[in-house]
């Protein structure tokens, strides 16, 4: 009944959420797609092209060099936000004294925007290089890369430690003693069953990690800027210097395929994950 | 047994002081720099604490709040993050109810679109939101909400679908069948309820909309409007001489609210944090 009567209201409790959301996110999402295959520098001087832009998109190797990096990148900074920021919720669910201190110190990164993120690390980062007398880091794409790593790490332990923490606390107590009393030692009780019992934990910290790794913007361009010679770049700063760093009529078009290509890759890992992941989660 | 729990509780406590110890550091290495003057900031100098020839005071933040026009930034940021953030709260969470207590097709696909939305990176869209936000003259910091609004509606959306669902039905027709209109039923009965979860996708949005940089960098005009993050890009990466000094003291004053606001409001940072998730 109460569906009944509010049927009616749409106009009130839907229209201005939908109009927005087709203003922000519909239209520009459709008109994108279609504008890949468009040759373009602005919206009215549109060519239609057909495929012309996605075979470009390879007519140099930025863009799959930014693709293995940004894979690369997002592997390595997700398995070691999730391994540390497990272990260190492991140390603060034993209910050892200042636990709430030390979760307040360790969330609070995340908390500051990425920009700012970056150029405090590339003082400290660069103030460390030179002092060891190595090339700073936008002079070396090892450097660049494993200094986004340190800041990825940095930034978001905090987020997923919260995630893992909540998930150790809703593993029972009873379910541990039972085990300690069939005599299981603290590593069985770890891997058979903490680890499976927080799985849902693991699929949400998982997918985060590794879509932030990919998505990751404003930390790569304040921290290198993609230096040195676009080979610290990933993908999605790749696809903004396509469309913004770029002159030549040609450009835009092709950053658009890119980034119609790099939404796909984005979706494609998401499903393949979460479906790997909760494939192995037990019902409780 | 005892004793050795006892042991190992210090040994934790020890090792993560000093985890968190270097885990604010780099902020603190930020806010030496800013008490610096400029002559003693130096890419391998930034270690040296300032000494009575190169403190320099507040100056810094004098600079940075003079030169570049950072009150402004900041006015701007406050400005979007919060009509935003109200705006996403009220819309998302009527339109929340409506999808879960309507069935049809309308709900079906909004909700889906919702969820499809927040896995889209932004480049995917940036060129053709910039320029449908111009069309619309939405390019300004007072109008952007809209944009936030529609950008932002997924994760409100899904968060408060997720929570509807958990309210019993029964409330809301005892209220109706009372007399209360649809909107009276809402406002009365259902956003008192849902308050906790308010507040946990606000400051969720709030995160988001006062970080963020490339939506607004592409869609204000950068000349007249700079939001905090836009600021501290604009100067640190234009070309020319970049004068430290007032760039630290500006990431201080950005990051200094956060911290404040984080320590006030923590408990529900963390909750909404853990939601988000649970629900996701």
Redesign the interface.
């Known amino acids: ?3 009944k ?3 009616k ?2 106009p ?3 229209l ?3 109009a ?10 459709i ?2 797609i279609y ?1 890949s295959f468009c040759k373009f520098t602005t ?1 009215k001087d549109v060519q239609f092209v057909g495929f012309t832009n996605y075979t470009k998109i390879f007519i140099d190797d930025t863009f799959t060099r930014a693709f293995w990096l940004t894979v690369l990148f997002a592997i390595i900074s997700s398995v070691l936000i999730n391994v540390l920021a497990f272990l ?1 919720a492991l ?2 669910t ?1 209910g ?3 636990t709430n ?16 993120l970056g ?3 590339q ?2 980062l ?2 460390l290089l ?2 060891w007398g190595q090339p ?1 880091l936008q002079l070396s794409a090892v450097n660049g890369f494993w200094g986004m790593i340190i800041l990825l790490l ?1 930034q978001q332990i905090g ?1 997923m430690m ?2 893992y923490i ?1 998930g150790l606390n809703n593993v029972s107590p009873d379910l541990i003693e039972a085990a300690q009393i069939d005599g299981a030692t603290p590593s069985q009780i770890l891997f058979k069953i903490k680890l499976p019992m927080i799985m ?2 693991i699929t ?2 998982t ?2 990690t590794l ?1 932030n790794g ?2 990751l ?2 930390q790569n ?2 921290l290198t ?1 993609g230096d040195p010679g676009k080979k610290s770049q990933l993908l ?1 700063l790749n ?2 210097d396509t ?1 913004y760093g770029r002159s030549g009529p040609q450009w ?1 078009g092709i ?2 395929a890119k ?2 290509l ?2 796909i890759i ?2 494609a890992i ?1 499903l393949v994950q979460l479906r790997a992941t909760t494939s192995k989660e037990v019902q409780q | 047994m005892t004793a050795r729990n006892k042991r190992n509780g210090i040994i934790a406590t020890v090792v993560l002081s000093i985890v968190c110890i270097a885990w604010v550091y780099p902020i603190v290495l930020i806010l030496i720099n800013a008490l610096k003057q400029e002559s003693a900031i130096s890419t391998a100098g930034v270690f040296d604490l300032p000494n009575a020839g190169t403190f320099a005071g507040f100056s810094n933040f004098v600079a940075s709040v003079t030169q570049m026009d950072f009150l402004k930034s900041f006015w701007y940021s406050v400005v979007i993050s919060v009509t935003s953030v109200v705006l996403i709260m009220l819309c998302c969470s009527m339109c929340a109810w409506y999808i879960v207590r309507v069935n049809g097709k309308l709900s079906k696909a909004l909700y889906y679109l919702c969820i499809f939305s927040m896995v889209v990176p932004f480049q995917m869209v940036m060129f053709t939101l910039a320029k449908t936000a111009d069309t619309l003259n939405l390019n300004n910091p007072y109008n952007i909400c809209i944009i936030y609004l529609g950008f932002g509606a997924g994760l409100a959306v899904f968060m408060f679908t997720g929570f509807v669902k958990g309210i019993p039905i029964e409330i809301e027709e005892a209220a109706l069948i009372d007399g209360c209109s649809p909107l009276q039923t809402f406002f009365r009965i259902l956003v008192p309820i849902l308050k906790p979860t308010i507040i946990s996708t606000a400051i969720l949005e709030v995160m988001w909309v006062w970080n963020d940089y490339l939506l607004p960098t592409l869609v204000l005009d950068i000349k007249k409007y700079r939001t905090i993050p836009m600021a501290v890009q604009y100067f640190r990466g234009s070309f020319g001489h970049v004068q430290m000094g007032p760039m630290m003291a500006s990431i201080m004053i950005d990051i200094i609210p956060i911290i404040v606001l984080y320590l006030i409001c923590q408990k529900y940072i963390i909750e909404g944090v853990t939601a988000g998730a649970v629900k996701g």
């Open positions: 009944m109460v569906g009567t509010i049927k209201w749409w009130i409790f839907v201005p959420t939908l927005a959301f087709i203003i922000g996110f519909l239209w520009p999402f008109w994108g504008l919206v260190i140390i603060l034993k050892f004294k200042g201190v030390f979760r307040t110190i360790f969330f609070m990164p995340n908390l500051i925007g990425g920009i700012v150029y405090i690390w003082t400290l660069n103030g030179s002092k700073l940095w987020y919260i995630i909540a849902p934990s949400i910290c997918f985060l879509t990919f998505k913007f404003d361009l304040s800027g999605a696809i903004y469309f835009k950053g658009q980034a119609v790099f939404f984005v979706v998401a």
